[in-house]
């Protein structure tokens, strides 16, 4: 089914270590997204990108690091995990006509101990 | 800047009854405006949205939302809940004018909707 697959879904981390979440959707959508969920506090923008190999910072872009070497796929990294960037992590993309209209996928929780 | 502030963290219905979930929006331009659900251990949904036609919108599932300027909201309503509604419903804002990918939307904190027999 098309759509956007984002992996792995569930991970814990230690602090001090580095991983990488993959982002991958197969609709040819130019812009895509990484946000963070969490709880009492809705969605918050990490960074975006409107094209491939262009990336910009969101709302929250602090200890994480993207890139978009491919239109299909956006990575979020993080060098260093802390036990603040225990979230749930979604990723969304968007064609350039219409309005809204977001894709999201299903999700990657992460744990940080 | 824009922003939505959804009023009601929880709200409980009985199956049957009407649903209302509050959002009010801020917005120094025209907003776009959104209602998004999201099922547990799922990514969210687009429900419905606002692009600055008709008023009242209609969406999926029995879904709509009326677009007030007055009174700066966009409420969400069903007539007649159904246990199947319960998830956590988000309200979300973007700008007009603005159709790039830098026209980003910012959600609101969320409604978790829980529906009783």
């Known amino acids: 089914n098309a759509g956007v697959t984002q992996t792995p879904k569930f991970r814990v981390l230690k602090t001090g270590q580095s991983m990488t979440l993959l982002c991958a959707q197969d609709m040819n959508h130019e812009y895509m997204y990484w946000y963070r969920q969490d709880p009492g506090m809705g969605l918050r923008l990490i960074h975006y990108s409107v094209g491939e190999g262009t990336t910009a910072k969101g709302e929250v872009p602090d200890g994480y690091n993207v890139s978009r070497l491919k239109k299909q796929n956006f990575l979020l990294g993080l060098e260093s995990a802390a036990p603040s960037q225990t979230s749930v992590y979604f990723c969304a993309s968007r064609a350039p006509t219409g309005v809204g209209g977001y894709t999201f996928g299903s999700g990657t929780r992460l744990t940080v101990v | 800047a824009q922003s939505v502030t959804q009023l009601g963290s929880h709200v409980s219905v009985s199956e049957g009854a009407l649903v209302l979930l509050r959002c009010n929006y801020s917005s120094s331009v025209p907003p776009y405006l959104f209602w998004y659900v999201q099922y547990p251990n799922q990514g969210l949904q687009l429900l419905l949205k606002?692009?600055?036609?008709?008023?009242l919108v209609k969406g999926i599932n029995g879904f709509e939302a009326e677009f007030k300027k007055s009174e700066t909201s966009f409420h969400l309503t069903k007539p007649s809940a159904h246990m199947s509604d319960a998830a956590e419903y988000f309200c979300a804002v973007s700008r007009t004018g603005l159709t790039g990918g830098g026209n980003k939307l910012t959600f609101g904190t969320g409604t978790q909707l829980k529906v009783e027999l």
């Open positions: 606002y692009t600055s036609a008709a008023t």
